[in-house]
């Protein structure tokens, strides 16, 4: 079995309110969000999990999950991400990840 760490999301504000909308903005954070979807969801799929954790919120008990009824719509968004980005090598990996998926 695999056991795939989850990426620990540790958000540092500056004052009392954090930018959200900054921080969903940041081309960094983004594709970060979406490399863990697809890693995710892969281990998962693996480890015959029926949650795919994409990471977990430091210093508390929450985290960020995807159900496995709702990876294929999150994968072929990941997708649409990766093709604006020209990153055509990824997409034919999701798309093999998903046909696995599928069988």
């Not at 079995?1 to 004052?15: C, E, K």
């Not at 909308?21 to 015959?48: M, P, W």
Request: proline share 1%.
């Amino acid at each position: 079995m695999i056991v795939r760490q989850p990426f620990t999301l540790n958000i540092t504000a500056h004052g009392d309110d954090v930018d959200y909308d900054l921080l969903l903005r940041s081309k960094k954070f983004v594709g970060l969000v979406y490399s863990e979807t697809v890693d995710a969801i892969s281990d998962a799929a693996i480890n015959k999990s029926k949650t795919a954790v994409l990471f977990k919120m430091a210093h508390s008990e929450y985290q960020v999950e995807i159900n496995k009824a709702d990876w294929k719509i999150a994968l072929e968004q990941c997708i649409e991400y990766y093709k604006k980005d020209e990153r055509y090598e990824r997409c034919s990996e999701i798309v093999n990840l998903i046909k696995k998926l599928e069988l």
